[in-house]
């Protein structure tokens, strides 16, 4: 691995380099949160007031609520940092609407993803998304240790239809997590924040019945759950563990097509986001750009796809800071920058390693 620099060095260099617009909010963004929310609205309203049940007009519905929802928390995620308003009151709120079919809460998410996890991306012990080492996965008695005993193919279509709830799950461990770290003046709030949503998903059972339910509300969140986390799986779960809040080192920007990335409001450029978290990610390509230009070889991209099948095909549990193990089978691989190539994934035997190391 290179030598490590901060987020802030990178930065530092790139600043001059931008426009000077490139650092302002862009409320244009708006718009299509806009017709996300029209498309979520209309199409739970479709499913609902229809009085004939046709399941394949209610499937396509759902469909298009999923993506509807899975945009809105992408564009919830732009709002949150600050880079489409700024005014605090209005920037929660807006952001509050965007995460509102993912049950977010807009001070829960400022914490636990502005404040902890920006600040100590990859950090084992400090970064609340990180996966965890073999040595902490062991010593915490985690009741998911079974699951490694799996085949790896069984393990693999495990893991990915699990990205179907994922989100909402990990959201609400991380209410769990950091709710005792808010002021009590500001807990009440945060509890607010996190039962509205469950509410409304509630109330609209008696409201659509079950069947409906399914196809209104459900199925678009097992949907949205699954764009979303297709993102975030890659963002840093290829990248070694860092001490040094290096995003050249610890994220991984895809690539998607274009019309993609208009729907998705560029999140896939998540290196880039890294760097500079309170820009909007319309700048982003000029930001890749530069970095193309100055650093080259330590940019880590690759198609959308290419990243998902590296992920199905490697272990999430670090054996060190650049190395993943399956610790059933005792196979070893490397991390991005540290010789894993996602074209043609290899492992080596644990036990292999060990003989290395100790011939030195």
Known sequence: MKELHSFGWYAKQITPKLPEKAF???PARLLGGLAYLSITVAGILVIGLIDSFYWWLSLIMAAVIGLSFAGMGFLGHE????TVVRKPWLRDFLGGVAFYPLSVG???WRKWHNATHHAHTQHVEKDPDAWPTLEKFTQDDNKFQWVYKLPWFIRSIISFAFLGISFTMHSLNMFKLFIKEFKPSNRPIVWIQMILPWATWLGLLFWLGPVKWVFAILIPLAI?????MSYIATNHRLNPITNV???????LSVTVPKWIDVLHFNFSYHTEHHLFPGMSPKYYPMVKKHIMEMWPERYHAMPHWKALMALWKTPRLYYNEKQFIDPAQGNVYNTLGNGLDPSNIEYMKKHDIKGEQESL
């Not at 949205?224 to 979303?228: I, K, L, P, Q």
């Open 245 to 251: 809040n290096d995003p050249l080192a610890n994220s």
């Open 224 to 228: 949205a759950n699954t764009v979303v």
């Open 24 to 26: 302002k909010p862009v």
């Open 106 to 108: 807009p001070k829960l």
């Open 79 to 82: 709002i949150l940092h600050g």
